[in-house]
Nanobody
């Protein structure tokens, strides 16, 4: 049974930190990534990590966010530091398999100024 479960969102003040987690099961994983969607905006890639550990980041989060994963647990993390109000969005986990991409339900991140 395929499951993609996110956790770790919440409300934080600007300059603070949060860590998101995404646990996947029942999926042959190629790449995992975090996307976000703010109200009235399109969903955008925040960061991604391949099965080999290569990473890439959106320019807006470079130097502030760190993506990592625990292969033994099929779990991906997003450490978000120096958060800004413009980081406020619903964050989605995406798990790419050879055949399709599976999405989590999303977790709200709100950064107050």
């Amino acid at each position: 049974q395929v499951q993609v479960v996110e956790s770790g969102g919440g409300l934080v003040q600007a300059g603070g930190s949060l860590r998101l987690s995404c646990a996947a099961s029942g999926i042959r994983i190629n790449t995992m990534g975090w996307y976000r969607q703010a109200p009235g905006k399109q969903r955008e890639l925040v960061a991604a990590i391949t099965s080999g550990g290569s990473t890439n980041y959106a320019d807006s989060v470079k130097g502030r966010f760190i993506i990592s994963k625990d292969n033994a647990k099929n779990t991906m993390y997003l450490q978000m530091n120096s958060l800004k109000p413009e980081d406020t969005a619903v964050y989605y986990c995406a798990v790419e398999s050879p055949f399709r991409t599976f999405w989590g339900q999303g977790t709200q991140v709100t950064v107050s100024s």
